[in-house]
């Protein structure tokens, strides 16, 4: 299964959140692209004034490869000097859902609800699924809706929507599936999440590995949004 991480700095350096983000993509997204199995690289500013990224690779290993170049990027760029790295999550991907939102990418609002749980990934599939699927395909605004079990035991439900306002909606609807009688997501996200709520900055994607590594430069595509 696909491999996410999620990495969340804050900080108060002489660049702000979404200059640091855009400078993310621009200097180390190619770098990640050289490795094996990058699929996904994006960048966000957070409302709460910290900035981030999420990235999804093909495999835990491809994952953890990436890791390293990250880590020496962070420490070679004067730019992140003063940033803290506040939390790292990383796991498999075990629910998606592409939505119908024709927004692009530098529209997107970003929204990370961070459970604590102990549930298994079979049972949140399958009551996600059954009590909760057909509600989130009929979203206002949904582009994309993932569920990543942790492997620090959270679960974390990461969605983007056209406007901040569907965004919002979204976690409103979703606090009241787990309140009706009987919910069995109820019994799997027994206490409310860490919301987390931000923009997209930028984005680098490439198709699954079907090409050597030395393509990579050329495969990926960079956007950055103003």
Known sequence: ??????????GSGSMTAEQLAELAIRELAPKLAQAPGLLRYSTYAFSDGRFGSF?????????????KIAADWVKSTNAMQGCKLDDTMEGEIIYAIQGSSAGGEGQLHSLARIYKSNASAEDLTAALESEAGDIIRSFPGLARYGVVKLMDGRVGIFSGFDTLE?????TEQAKALRGKAGSRLAELLPSDPEVIEGRSVGHATLPASDTTNHDAMTRVTINTHR
């Open 1 to 10: 299964m696909p491999n996410v991480v999620v990495r969340i700095y804050s």
């Open 55 to 67: 990235s999804v690779y093909e495999s835990k290993s491809d994952a953890s490869h990436a890791a």
């Open 166 to 170: 569907n965004a919002r909606h979204s």
